[in-house]
C-alpha cells in the first residue's frame, strides 16, 4: 500500500505539501511550498466512493447497488466526503434547526387541502421537529430544514414538501388507495408501476423515465402522512383517510 495514497505524512499525519516540481525532460527544479489539491487528500475508500458517485451520475441508489451496501451507508459516506472537502460540517444540520426560530417562520395557506401544506404546517405548529413510526413500529425522527422550506430526516436526504402531493395525488387517482410498491426497482416494472406510490415519487419528483430508479423514501414518508391524518399506514398500502377526503372534496366543490 502507499504510505502517501492519503496525502498525509506516514509518521505524523500532518497533510503533506508540495515541495518541489520537476521537468521530466531535462531534470530542471523548481522549488515550492503548495498544498496538494483537496481530493489528494481523501481516503482511499473515499476516492473510490467518489469514482463510483461520479460513474452513476450521483445516483445514490446505483451507487449502494454497486457498492453492496443500504442507502443511509451510501448517504453517510457522502457526507464524509463533503466534510473532508470543506463543504459541510458534521453539525450542519444541528446547527441550522438550532438557529432557526421555528415562530418565525411563515405558514403555508391554511384554507387548503393540498397535503404539503397540511404537513409543514403541523411541523412548524410541532416546533419544528417530529417523530413517526413505520409500519413496524421503527421511530424515524424529522427536523424542518432549509428556512422551514424542506425536512430532514438522518435516514433520508433533504426533501421538499411537494413530495407529499406527489404522494396524495397518486392515492386519489385511484380511488383513494394505492399499493405502496418497491422503490428497489425501476420505474415500470411490475411492483413499481406509475400507479403505486413508489412509482409516482420516482416519476413526479424525482422526474425518472420508464426503466429509470431512484430512492424510495416512502417507509418514512407515509407514517408522516399518517401523523398529518391525511392517510392510513395499511399492510402493502397508504389509503386516504375519510377526513382528508371530505376535506379535499370541499376544496373541489
Known amino acids: 500500500m502507499n504510505p502517501f495514497e492519503s496525502g498525509k505524512c506516514p509518521v505524523c499525519q500532518t497533510k503533506l505539501h508540495i515541495g518541489k516540481l520537476t521537468c521530466p525532460d531535462c531534470h530542471a527544479q523548481f522549488p515550492m511550498d503548495e498544498p496538494l489539491n483537496a481530493f489528494a487528500y481523501l481516503s482511499t475508500s473515499q476516492a473510490n466512493f467518489l ?13 449502494g447497488e ?5 442507502y443511509p451507508t451510501v448517504s453517510k459516506y457522502l457526507t464524509d466526503i463533503l466534510i473532508a ?3 459541510a460540517s458534521e453539525d450542519t444540520h444541528k446547527k441550522e434547526e438550532q438557529n432557526m426560530d421555528v415562530a418565525q417562520i411563515k405558514k403555508s395557506p391554511t384554507d387548503t387541502a393540498q397535503a404539503s401544506h397540511i404537513i409543514r404546517n403541523k411541523m412548524i405548529e410541532a416546533g419544528g421537529r417530529i417523530v413517526v413510526h413505520s409500519y413496524k413500529g421503527i421511530p424515524y425522527e424529522l427536523s424542518l430544514t432549509g428556512g422551514g422550506e424542506k425536512f430532514y430526516c438522518p435516514q433520508l436526504i433533504p426533501y421538499s414538501f411537494s413530495i407529499f402531493d406527489d404522494m396524495v395525488n397518486v392515492m386519489l387517482e385511484n380511488g383513494g388507495k394505492a399499493k405502496k410498491g418497491s422503490g428497489r426497482k425501476k420505474l415500470g416494472e411490475p411492483g413499481c408501476e406509475e400507479n403505486t406510490i413508489a412509482g409516482a415519487i420516482l416519476q413526479r419528483y424525482y422526474k425518472v423515465k420508464p426503466g429509470g430508479s431512484g430512492f424510495d423514501p416512502a417507509f418514512v414518508l407515509i ?8 392517510a392510513k399506514n395499511e399492510w402493502g ?3 386516504l383517510t375519510s377526513a382528508y377526503l371530505t376535506r ?3 376544496k373541489q366543490g
Open 237 to 239: 398500502y397508504a389509503r
Open 223 to 230: 407514517p408522516v402522512l399518517e401523523w398529518a391524518g391525511i
Open 85 to 87: 472537502l470543506g463543504y
Open 248 to 250: 379535499w372534496k370541499q
Open 51 to 63: 469514482e463510483i458517485f461520479l460513474k452513476n451520475r450521483g445516483n445514490l441508489k446505483a451507487v
Open 66 to 70: 454497486e457498492m453492496n451496501c443500504s
